[in-house]
């Protein structure tokens, strides 16, 4: 795909959304550069090119043609960090942020934006070491960097009027990242309001694409959680049950053993024995599959104690 086709797709997007060359561009380009890419007058770097289509709910796959030496090396640790944190690998997850630091430090203003924005949500989770101890983040702490890393793309943003700003899937990331430190500190009402916020403007937002389908299902979970933790299974399997439809819809099983627990959960709560059963059983084998061996035990106690029904 040749730079003018690129142009060509990101403004014709960008006007079939309804969004203007400033609200698109804010913070990652200037709205000249914005227009000379429109018109394939410019190449972006790979970074800006990839924030312009991650506003607008566009795959990634469009630039990775694109990607310099540099900006395929940063990708690549990129890759390395998020699966190294979500694993629970944070010493390894640390030296490969610090080698991207590195790289960040010789990139041009756009790509370091971004990529300063990713490191410091990457940071906020791996926490840090102090000698040869390994230390989480306060909660408090981690808001604060999240925060931060927020307002290098959206420096106006408030939680309290998430649609006031065009977000991309890593922004989405960060405040859904927010939200699960209220929820973690003990704040519910707060970490509820976000991730309703949050839930209502990725599916008005980013309908049926790229975005939606990676971050529906992850707010659908964390916010049917804390739901059926708070008393509210009624409404946690309204949200855990918009997961598991994106989930099916697009053919993306991430999240889908930890929706259908959580609907599991929360039919039992509500009386539908049976019905929960049923999930319960689809949700172990779904996380054997996965190879998710601890989700598995929680799985099996959870029936064992509740239904007295051994799993495997």
Same mark, same amino acid.
């Given at each position: 795909?040749?730079?003018?086709?690129?142009?060509?797709?990101?403004?014709?997007?960008?006007?079939?959304?309804?969004?203007?060359?400033?609200?698109?561009?804010?913070?990652?380009?200037?709205?000249?550069?914005?227009?000379?890419?429109?018109?394939?007058?410019?190449?972006?770097?790979?970074?800006?090119?990839?924030?312009?289509?991650?506003?607008?709910?566009?795959?990634?796959?469009?630039?990775?043609?694109?990607?310099?030496?540099?900006?395929?090396?940063?990708?690549?640790?990129?890759?390395?960090?998020?699966? %190294?944190?979500?694993? *629970?690998?944070?010493?390894? @997850?640390? =030296?490969?942020?610090? #080698?991207?630091?590195?790289? +960040?430090?010789?990139?041009?203003?756009?790509?370091?934006?971004?990529?300063?924005?990713?490191?410091?949500?990457?940071?906020?989770?791996?926490?840090?070491?102090?000698?040869?101890?390994?230390?989480?983040?306060?909660?408090?702490?981690?808001?604060?960097?999240?925060?931060?890393?927020?307002?290098?793309?959206?420096?106006?943003?408030?939680?309290?009027?998430?649609?006031?700003?065009?977000?991309?899937?890593?922004?989405?990331?960060?405040?859904?990242?927010?939200?699960?430190?209220?929820?973690?500190?003990?704040?519910?009402?707060?970490?509820?309001?976000?991730?309703?916020?949050?839930?209502?403007?990725?599916?008005?937002?980013?309908?049926?694409?790229?975005?939606?389908?990676?971050?529906?299902?992850?707010?659908?979970?964390?916010?049917?959680?804390? %739901?059926?933790?708070? *008393?509210?299974?009624?409404? @946690?399997? =309204?949200?855990?049950? #918009?997961?598991?439809?994106? +989930?099916?819809?697009?053919?993306?099983?991430?999240?889908?053993?930890?929706?259908?627990?959580?609907?599991?959960?929360?039919?039992?709560?509500?009386?539908?024995?049976?019905?929960?059963?049923?999930?319960?059983?689809?949700?172990?084998?779904?996380?054997?599959?996965?190879?998710?061996?601890?989700?598995?035990?929680?799985?099996?106690?959870?029936?064992?104690?509740?239904?007295?029904?051994?799993?495997?």
């Amino acid at each position: 795909m040749d730079m003018y086709q690129i142009g060509a797709l990101i403004k014709n997007t960008r006007i079939k959304q309804g969004i203007s060359q400033e609200d698109l561009c804010q913070n990652i380009c200037t709205r000249e550069t914005l227009s000379r890419i429109e018109n394939g007058k410019q190449d972006p770097s790979s970074f800006t090119l990839n924030g312009l289509l991650h506003r607008l709910g566009l795959p990634e796959s469009h630039c990775q043609i694109l990607l310099g030496v540099d900006d395929f090396a940063a990708v690549n640790l990129m890759r390395e960090i998020t699966e %190294l944190n979500t694993c *629970g690998n944070y010493a390894p @997850a640390l =030296k490969k942020i610090s #080698a991207l630091e590195g790289l +960040c430090a010789e990139m041009g203003k756009t790509s370091r934006t971004v990529v300063s924005q990713y490191i410091l949500r990457a940071k906020a989770l791996a926490g840090y070491y102090e000698g040869e101890e390994h230390k989480a983040y306060t909660f408090a702490e981690q808001r604060a960097m999240l925060t931060e890393a927020l307002k290098l793309t959206c420096p106006n943003f408030k939680l309290e009027n998430i649609n006031a700003c065009l977000l991309g899937e890593e922004e989405t990331k960060i405040i859904n990242h927010i939200a699960l430190t209220y929820s973690e500190d003990g704040d519910y009402s707060r970490a509820m309001e976000i991730y309703k916020k949050l839930l209502e403007y990725i599916q008005s937002r980013f309908a049926s694409n790229n975005v939606n389908e990676a971050m529906l299902p992850l707010v659908a979970y964390n916010f049917s959680r804390l %739901l059926g933790r708070e *008393g509210h299974p009624k409404y @946690a399997i =309204k949200v855990a049950e #918009a997961g598991r439809r994106c +989930c099916v819809r697009s053919n993306k099983c991430r999240m889908l053993g930890g929706l259908l627990l959580n609907l599991a959960c929360c039919y039992h709560d509500i009386g539908e024995d049976e019905k929960s059963k049923e999930l319960l059983k689809d949700a172990y084998f779904i996380h054997k599959v996965m190879e998710r061996p601890r989700s598995c035990e929680l799985i099996k106690n959870y029936a064992w104690e509740t239904f007295q029904i051994e799993m495997g």
